[in-house]
């Protein structure tokens, strides 16, 4: 099971943390993404990280301003999130998967948590 949180309303320019913490089954051996969607849009990729946290992976619109990180003692994965602009409001999921290719691809995740809002206003 995952659990996202951390949402919430911004403005533009601030900065968000949000948590995913997992349970059930063993953290450490999926790799973990983020995901988002806005409204009428489809799901999209964010960030990605390995399942020993050594490499990480970004979606282009969010480079140099988010970073995804992974505490496997404490079953949790992170997604930093720096200098907001409006076009990030959307709901934010994470998900799991097993290690290997595919890290941006909604199909490769088996996993997905609950998703929180995060809104952005200008």
């Known amino acids: 099971q995952l659990q996202a949180s951390g949402g919430g309303l911004v403005q533009a320019g601030d900065s968000l943390r949000l948590r995913c913490a997992a349970s059930?089954?063993?953290?450490?051996?999926?790799?973990m993404g983020w995901f988002r969607q806005a409204a009428g849009k489809e799901r999209e990729f964010v960030a990605a990280?390995?399942?020993?946290?050594?490499?990480?992976s970004y979606a282009d619109s969010v480079k140099g301003r988010f970073t995804i990180s992974r505490d496997n003692a404490k079953n949790t994965l992170f997604l930093q999130m720096d200098s907001l602009k409006p076009e990030d409001t959307a709901v934010y999921y994470c998900a799991a998967k097993p290690p290997g290719y595919g890290s941006s691809l909604v199909t490769r995740y088996d996993y997905w948590g609950q998703g929180t809002l995060v809104t952005v206003s200008s």
């Open positions: 990280i390995t399942w020993g946290g050594i490499s990480t």
């Open positions: 059930g089954r063993t953290f450490s051996n999926y790799d």
